[in-house]
């Protein structure tokens, strides 16, 4: 799983020492545009978990939960044990994994940029009706609209990058939506922090500030061009030529555009690509997109990041300090992500995910000691624990961010046979858990 070169799976390996090329200005402008998608699924991630431990939120939606956060003498453990919350929460899952099964053919038959559009579109939408909700059918139905924008955008921009980034550079290049999406949680954390303030309407802010990054997108979706893999497999292959020599920067593509041309007819010649996929040969790829999304998910980032201000709140910290501590997370989330960029081509996938998974380990170990022996029902954390559980939890965030966080887009996006149609899989079982 080393970051060299890599020729479409399936086709003539040798091809890929041929590739030319470099990294033009056209290139890195997609790639920042597309990645604004993964800010999508950041701000989402980062807001919400705010939002629900905002007293106005609280009170207007969830009344109950409200009432329980505010007696000193409720189980720590139960405060926010609330199912019409827990509904609020993964909808937006739900409908996004719902939305990828949807997302997929039209990614493939009308291309990555009607994905995007789509997926900005939905989100714009499910901004808006959040931020002005006045009963809980508006704020679920604008929940669910977000998660259909998040079902589009998160199974055909990490294919996007992938497929626009130059060979030598693709792990680094695709991990610009991890970037974006770590971006966008401590963008959240800030938005929130600031929001908190504004009580009883900042919550509002907070969920309707969405539509920017949704803007974007779809902008973006409408300005990028088309994949050259895209245009090619959709029979366009003078276009796509035309779209290569465009982003490589030269007219000596023949080597990358016969690979492209050869993965696509294969792909076309498979009848039933899903059958395909449980073919001896193409197992690794399949277990590989069965396990990365699983075991991403199952670090518990998203439960760290999604309900951060609620657990640092449990812990003993005020609203502010909460919230600011969450903040924190996010910064060194972004922060990390900067460090797999940097070296997932030197150094490789399988040495990240290692080191990254035992500091990961180390740290839950940590964290669940102390939470286990120090935090009872009825009592809080002294300030030196809590100092220490927060800083254990900032390493477990930087260990995340510089591996199994943007390696769990990249390696699936890379190791698919184009004849497989089976590019978006994970991102299917990745909602799946999340929901």
């Not at 629900?52 to 109950?64: I, K, V």
């Not at 991890?178 to 929130?192: E, S």
């Not at 990365?292 to 439960?303: A, D, E, K, V």
């Not at 740290?363 to 935090?375: D, E, N, P, R, S």
Request: with cysteine; glycine share 10%; hydrophobic share 45%.
């Amino acid at each position: 799983m080393a970051g060299g070169p890599l020729a479409p799976t399936g086709v003539a390996k040798e091809r890929a020492e041929l590739y030319q090329g470099r990294v033009t200005f056209y290139v890195i402008i997609t790639c920042i545009v597309a990645a604004v998608g993964g800010s999508i699924f950041g701000y989402d991630i980062g807001i919400s978990g705010g939002v629900t431990s905002m007293d106005g939120f609280l009170r207007e939606f969830f009344h109950s939960v409200y009432i329980n956060k505010k007696h000193a003498h409720e189980n720590n453990y139960c405060k926010y044990d609330n199912q019409g919350l827990a509904a609020f929460t993964s909808s937006l899952y739900f409908a996004g994994l719902v939305a990828s099964l949807v997302a997929s053919p039209i990614t493939r038959v009308y291309g990555r940029r009607a994905s995007i559009i789509c997926g900005g579109l939905s989100f714009l939408v499910g901004a808006t009706l959040n931020a002005a909700a006045v009963n809980m059918a508006m704020l679920l139905l604008g929940r669910i609209m977000l998660g259909v924008g998040i079902g589009f955008g998160n199974q055909a921009v990490p294919l996007y990058l992938s497929e626009m980034a130059p060979t030598h550079l693709r792990g680094a290049l695709n991990m610009m939506f991890q970037l974006a999406t770590t971006l966008g949680i401590f963008t959240a954390n800030m938005v929130n922090y600031g929001t908190h303030k504004l009580e009883p309407w900042g919550w509002r802010l907070s969920l309707g500030l969405a539509a920017i990054p949704a803007t974007l997108m779809t902008l973006g979706g409408f300005l990028l061009p088309e994949t050259p893999n895209s245009l090619i497999e959709r029979g366009s292959k003078e276009t796509g030529r035309k779209v290569l020599v465009r982003i490589r920067g030269t007219d000596q593509v023949d080597a990358e555009f016969q690979d492209m041309v050869d993965a696509s007819e294969l792909a076309n010649a498979i009848k039933y690509p899903f059958r395909n996929i449980l073919e001896k040969r193409n197992r690794p790829q399949l277990v590989m997109a069965i396990c990365m999304p699983t075991f991403q998910i199952l670090t518990g980032i998203n439960s760290i990041l999604f309900y951060a201000p609620v657990l640092f709140q449990s812990m003993g910290f005020e609203g502010n300090a909460s919230l600011y501590s969450s903040a924190l997370t996010g910064a060194v989330l972004a922060g990390s992500t900067f460090i797999s960029i940097a070296t997932v081509d030197r150094l490789g996938r399988r040495v990240l995910l290692i080191s990254g998974g035992i500091q990961m380990i180390i740290c839950q170990v940590i964290v669940a000691t102390i939470l286990g022996l120090k935090f009872g029902d009825n009592q809080e954390l002294s300030k030196g624990y809590s100092i220490l559980v927060v800083t254990v939890i900032c390493l477990f965030v930087l260990a995340f961010g510089w591996s199994w966080g943007p390696l769990g887009w990249t390696v699936p996006s890379e190791i698919f046979p184009l004849e497989t149609s089976m590019d978006h899989c994970h991102d299917h079982l990745r909602l799946c858990f999340l929901a």
